[in-house]
C-alpha cells in the first residue's frame, strides 16, 4: 500500500513563498502530483514530477527526490486566491493515491 | 478545453436507497476513477476502471459499490441500500493513460443521505 504525509496547514502573507512537503511510502513509484482544491470544488492538476529535480510552472515549483521519497510544492509571491487545500498524490502502477492534504491560509 | 461532468450536482436520498451518479469522462481518455471525500477529509480511492472493467478497488467499494459503462461515453457509479456515512462528494476522474498522466476531475456530486 501507499501512505503519504503531508502538514495539515500552513499560514502565510501575500507577496511570500511557501514550501508544502510531502513524504511517501509506495511499494511502486512513477511519480509525485500536485492537485490544488479551492472548497466545494474538484481537484485541479497543478504539477508532476517523475524523475528527481525541479518543475517550475509560473509562480509554482514542484520537486522531487525518489531516493529520499520526498517532495515539495514551492508557491511563490503569494496571492489570496491562492488558499486552498493542497494535495500531494503518489501514482504507482494503478492510481493516484492522496494524501490528506494541506489547507493554505493566506493573509493580507 | 474538455472537461469531465457530472450529473446530479447534488442528490439527496433516503438511507435505504439505490443511487446511480454518472460521469461523462473526457473522450480520448483510457482510464476512469472514482473517488470521494467526506466533508473535511481527505481525497479517497474507490475504484478505476480500465478496458470495460475494474482494474483496482480500494477496502472501502465493497458489494455495496457497483461501476458501468454502459455506452460509449458515460460512466456510472451505483451505491445500494444506502448509508448516512455514504453522506460525501463523489468525485469522477479520469486520465489518457496509466502511470504517468495526469487525471482530470469532474466538479463532483454531492449525496446526502437522511
Known amino acids: 500500500g501507499q501512505s503519504l504525509e503531508q502538514p495539515s496547514e500552513v499560514t502565510a502573507v501575500e507577496g511570500a513563498i511557501v514550501q508544502i512537503n510531502c513524504t511517501y511510502q509506495t511499494s511502486g513509484f512513477y511519480g509525485l502530483s500536485w492537485y490544488q482544491q479551492h472548497d466545494g470544488g474538484a481537484p485541479t492538476f497543478l504539477s508532476y514530477?517523475?524523475?528527481?529535480g525541479l518543475e517550475e510552472t509560473g509562480r509554482f515549483s514542484s520537486f522531487l527526490s525518489r531516493s529520499d521519497s520526498y517532495g515539495y510544492l514551492l508557491l511563490q509571491e503569494l496571492q489570496m486566491k491562492d488558499s486552498a487545500s493542497y494535495f500531494c498524490a503518489v501514482r504507482d502502477e494503478g492510481v493516484p493515491t492522496f494524501g490528506r492534504g494541506t489547507s493554505l491560509i493566506v493573509h493580507p | 478545453e474538455p472537461e469531465v461532468t457530472q450529473t446530479p450536482s447534488h442528490q439527496v436520498t433516503q438511507m435505504g436507497q439505490e443511487v446511480i451518479l454518472r460521469c461523462v469522462p473526457i473522450s480520448n481518455h483510457l482510464y476512469f476513477y472514482w473517488y470521494r471525500q467526506i466533508l473535511g477529509q481527505k481525497v479517497e480511492f474507490l475504484v478505476s476502471?480500465?478496458?470495460?472493467?475494474?482494474?483496482?478497488k480500494s477496502e472501502i467499494f465493497d458489494d455495496q459499490f457497483s461501476v458501468e459503462r454502459p455506452d460509449g461515453s458515460n460512466f456510472t457509479l451505483k451505491i445500494r441500500s444506502t448509508k448516512l456515512e455514504d453522506s460525501a462528494m463523489y468525485f469522477c476522474a479520469s486520465s489518457e493513460g496509466q502511470g504517468n498522466t495526469e487525471a482530470f476531475f469532474g466538479q463532483g456530486t454531492r449525496l446526502t443521505v437522511v
Open positions: 514530477n517523475a524523475l528527481d
Open positions: 476502471f480500465y478496458n470495460n472493467e475494474i482494474s483496482e
